[in-house]
């Protein structure tokens, strides 16, 4: 079967809806990364405390919180980099198994739907998983990267000190950056699953899971807090 003959199997709106979640994805990402009219994103805002922390590190005696704090964020990326292969090993094994497939068409009342297209629909779960996968094994490598220069700032409150732990803070933002394309990913992965049923679902789920990330970034009562204490 060629491409045309595979593609004979999908709607005009199955088009629509891939589309729309494909731009969802990277317009909510650009919004959040870089802000929107001004607005500044719950991400950018924690960027600055990220910075902060960094300077207060120079002079905090002894280091043992800011260790043990950097432990926390790279065992929490290192937990959802694990469920997230799980998931992609699961969703793998599952193409290849398509009776399963036909079986869970037959109790949703979709069994004329072959499962060539049942197939193409997890990829796009399991693409979205498989990115979450690769941003947070690299968000953890660079959390990384991040202690062994925080270990090398010297004790000393000088500006060689100082110039260290900016480096240390833009390497933590970096990987912060990272970590959270990655839960943007899982969001995503999770809204993908509502094309199972249809287009016109995976076009509800897309709006869904772009107002939700908007408002958590945007009009959050976490984003009100930490506006309080923006020096910008």
Not at 10 to 24: E, N, P, S, V
Not at 131 to 150: D, P, Q
Not at 200 to 211: D, E, Q, R, S
Request: hydrophobic share 55%; net charge positive; proline share 2%.
């Amino acid at each position: 079967m060629n491409l045309i003959e595979r593609l004979q199997f999908f709607t005009l709106l199955d088009g629509i809806a891939l589309a729309g979640i494909t731009i969802g994805w990277i317009a909510i990402g650009f919004a959040v990364e870089n802000g929107i009219a001004g607005r500044r994103s719950v991400a950018t805002l924690m960027a600055e405390y990220r910075r902060d922390w960094m300077r207060v590190f120079v002079t905090r005696e002894p280091r043992i919180f800011d260790g043990n704090l950097l432990g926390n964020l790279r065992q929490g990326t290192a937990f959802l980099a694990s469920a997230s292969m799980i998931a992609l090993g699961g969703g793998l094994a599952l193409i290849g198994n398509s009776e399963r497939l036909l079986d869970v068409a037959e109790d949703l009342s979709l069994a004329n739907v072959p499962a060539l297209v049942w197939d193409a629909k997890l990829l796009l779960i399991l693409f979205f998983m498989a990115n979450a996968l690769l941003k947070f094994v690299w968000a953890h490598r660079l959390f990384g990267y991040c202690a062994v220069i925080m270990a090398a700032v010297p004790n000393d409150a000088s500006d060689a000190s100082y110039a260290r732990a900016a480096q240390a803070g833009e390497i933590n933002i970096t990987a912060a950056r990272s970590f959270n394309r990655g839960l943007r990913s899982l969001y995503f992965a999770l809204g993908a699953a509502a094309w199972l049923l249809g287009p016109i679902p995976l076009m509800g789920a897309t709006l869904m899971t772009v107002a939700v990330l908007w408002r958590r970034e945007f009009a959050s009562h976490s984003r009100r807090i930490l506006m309080e204490g923006s020096s910008k």
